[in-house]
């Protein structure tokens, strides 16, 4: 099995590194044969003076120069999961290499108009981009094919509690091409029961919602028998992640403390969100006047909307958005969340939710200091009241500024449960550090082109979820 997990890791690692490669010897050859000349030639005033030599790189330079562009596509790939194959989708896979793609050539262009200190022509790389994304959508199709064809699904064992299995299996399900639960057992079958079942050559063992003596258990039941597992964290699990080591004594000491930023965390994260929203303002102000305009010749209503939420400890602030629903849509002020199919939803407003627009207004928020880029979202107060009462957790999520996107945007779905999107958010601010808030918001790119994260929540799912709150919190 070790060997196994050994090999399906070195088959991804090396179709990853061939496709990089092969995107690397696209740009270099246009390096070469095109900018190299270019920033190679005399720069010559319009009155016939020279006005500066061209830049003359030997063997060593453009191997540096190529080798950059490795590096930068690199970092970009490994930062947006582009080198995944076999644990992504393949869709996902190619949506990860364009944005990859995208920040390589742009940064690799303006490095080569610093050459020739004066920008250079775009369209050879316009042409370098178009010749990457066919070899991307290619390989990537055609690498993720033949590992799903060399490797099969992983299959599962499922271990579980008291409660119904329907939703972890689905999110498993969801994945199988990675995944195929082949047996599902519930613990009240007997921990010896459980423990044989573990033995009949699994790929791995999840453990879901099991009370923690239990699950312990079983845990250093499957380490000892070198069985890999998987396992829903609780929100004590999540706190632990942020813990501090101790070397205080001779055993090992975690000390998880109240959660505060330092004064240089807070100045940078601040200092990020102005010269962001600021930046992102000035670019999408043609956007916004667009969007205001169509908001307006569709109903004649008001082009923004202002809602009551709350950021941290609980502090309230009026969000600013587009308005993508009908005029009083919610007159009788009665807090209710977006579901598929919402008729309340304009024609316009469908358009802006999909593609994030509504959204853009949210930067004078930010610029105001009400919030900041990354955060947990801002919820309404009466919301906020439902949630902790089966959620007196849901509280901890407050104590840091909310955002315009955050942990549980990029990592979650529209619809995933308060429950798992509260974990998510605790997984942020327990990990918090600048370098996370920079890769978040590369990451927010990528979401944005994938409808499944602006679904709204099936009518039925709405109840179901707030009862799954009641039921997990008296689990726990």
């Known amino acids: 099995m070790k060997q196994m997990e050994s090999v399906k890791r070195i088959a991804a690692l090396q179709m990853s590194l061939i496709g990089v490669l092969l995107q690397t010897a696209v740009y270099a050859f246009f390096w070469l044969r095109v900018y190299y000349p270019i920033v190679n030639m005399p720069r010559i005033s319009r009155d016939g003076y020279l006005l500066g030599e061209g830049l003359k790189l030997y063997f060593r330079g453009h191997v540096l120069v190529i080798l950059i562009y490795l590096v930068l596509l690199w970092f970009f790939s490994n930062t947006y999961g582009a080198l995944k194959i076999g644990y992504q989708k393949a869709a996902d896979l190619f949506l990860s290499q364009v944005f990859s793609l995208i920040l390589a050539d742009v940064i690799s262009y303006f490095q080569i108009s610093l050459m020739r200190n004066w920008t250079v022509p775009v369209l050879p790389m316009v042409q370098v981009f178009i010749i990457q994304l066919v070899i991307s959508f290619v390989w990537t199709y055609f690498s993720n094919a033949i590992y799903h064809k060399v490797f099969p699904p992983r299959e599962l064992l499922l271990i579980s509690g008291e409660r119904p299995i329907d939703e972890i299996y689905e999110k498993f399900k969801s994945r199988k091409e990675k995944y195929t639960v082949r047996k ?229 779905k529209y619809n995933t449960t308060p429950y798992d999107k509260l974990k998510l958010d605790l997984t942020y601010i327990e990990n918090y550090s600048i370098w996370l808030d920079l890769k978040l918001m590369l990451l927010t790119l990528k979401i944005l082109l994938q409808p499944e994260s602006t679904e709204g929540i099936e009518k039925t799912q709405v109840t179901a979820q707030r009862r799954e709150g009641e039921e997990r919190i008296h689990a726990e």
């Open 184 to 412: 599902c057992i519930r613990l009240a079958e007997g921990m010896d029961r459980v423990k044989e079942e573990i033995l009949n050559n699994y790929g791995a063992v999840v453990l879901w919602d099991i009370h923690s003596a239990e699950r312990n258990e079983l845990l250093k039941y499957c380490y000892n028998n070198t069985i890999r597992v998987y396992v829903m964290p609780k929100i004590p699990d999540v706190l632990l992640m942020g813990a501090e080591q101790l070397h205080l004594v001779d055993t090992p000491v975690l000390m998880v403390r109240e959660y505060a930023m330092t004064f240089a965390q807070r100045f940078f994260k601040r200092t990020i969100d102005v010269v962001c929203a600021l930046l992102l303002t000035i670019v999408t102000s043609p956007i916004m006047l667009i969007t205001a305009l169509a908001i307006k010749l569709q109903d004649g209503g008001p082009v923004l909307y202002r809602q009551r939420r709350c950021t941290m400890h609980q502090k309230g602030f009026d969000i600013i958005k587009f308005r993508s629903m009908q005029v009083g849509a919610e007159a009788d002020g009665v807090a209710r969340l977006s579901t598929v199919g919402d008729e309340r939803i304009t024609g316009v407003g469908r358009f802006i939710r999909r593609v994030r627009i509504d959204e853009l207004p949210q930067l004078f928020n930010i610029l105001k200091g009400e919030m900041s880029f990354i955060g947990p979202r801002p919820e309404r107060p009466e919301i906020i009241a439902e949630y902790l009462e089966t959620m007196p957790e849901f509280a901890y999520r407050m104590r840091v500024k909310a955002g315009l996107a955050g942990y549980a945007q990029v990592y979650g």
